[in-house]
């Protein structure tokens, strides 16, 4: 979805390397996202924010952190990467004005990490 | 816990023929069910969205079942193209403050000529 961006595209990176992922978005949504996407499973949430400034762990936050310092961006870093952190990163956005959440994703990053 | 999953993990089946994949669900409290078509190298597309009181939704070729009495889901393809080559992802919303999901790990379907 064009609306929804995501910078890389792809990476690859060291061990131990500080690597930050950026998304916009040109939809006006307050709701953002970060997911990572292993081959087999269901996207996982990492982190959330409904606001600028709000953030909120997902279910594996650990070794990731985000910023959101503004409603139409949402970074996500790796402050020390590993190589099981080596995934397709999405980010999705949506409106807390629509009751059924459906949420625009961004075209992916695909990290990997040696 | 709240989990998705999804059968077959992968299918193959040629161009005009009609195929059916399975969602099954154990996510609550439930607020709806989605299905996306994720691309290679894309992201996810939303393709039907079903709340609690439909059971059935279409889109094109796509239909799209929901038994919430039995958690069950079903997306059917009719008529296949080329270009349904893709991954189909089945996604539960819970009926939370945050309306946060439950992805299922993917079906990949090849449409062969």
């Known amino acids: 979805d064009a609306d929804v961006t995501q910078t890389p595209r792809n990476r690859i990176t060291k061990t131990g390397k500080r690597i930050m992922l950026e998304c916009s978005q040109t939809k006006g949504h307050d709701r953002m996202y970060w997911y990572r996407q292993d081959p087999g499973l269901g996207l996982q949430l990492i982190y959330y924010s409904f606001d600028v400034k709000d953030i909120n762990k997902g279910e594996i936050s650990d070794g990731y952190s985000v910023s959101r310092q503004a409603q139409a961006k949402f970074s996500l870093s790796l402050e020390s990467a590993i190589p099981n952190q080596t995934a397709l990163y999405f980010c999705a956005t949506s409106d807390s004005g629509y009751s059924y959440n459906e949420q625009f994703f961004g075209p992916g990053t695909r990290l990997t990490v040696l | ?113």
């Not at chain 2, 969602?23 to 609550?28: D, L, Q």
């Not at chain 2, 069910?33 to 094109?60: A, H």
């Open chain 2, 1 to 113: 816990k709240n989990q998705v999953e999804q059968s077959p993990q992968s299918l193959i089946i040629l161009e005009g023929k009609n195929c059916t994949l399975q969602c099954n669900y154990t996510v609550s409290p439930f607020s709806n069910l989605r299905w996306y078509k994720q691309d290679t190298g894309r992201g996810p597309v939303s393709l039907t969205i079903m709340t609690f009181s439909e059971n059935t939704k279409s889109n094109g070729r796509y239909t799209a079942t929901l038994d919430a009495d039995t958690k069950q889901s079903s997306l059917h393809i009719t008529a296949s193209q080329l270009s349904d080559s893709a991954s189909y992802i089945c996604v539960v919303s819970l009926s939370d403050a945050g309306n946060m999901l439950t992805f299922g790990g993917g079906t990949r379907l090849m449409v062969k000529p």
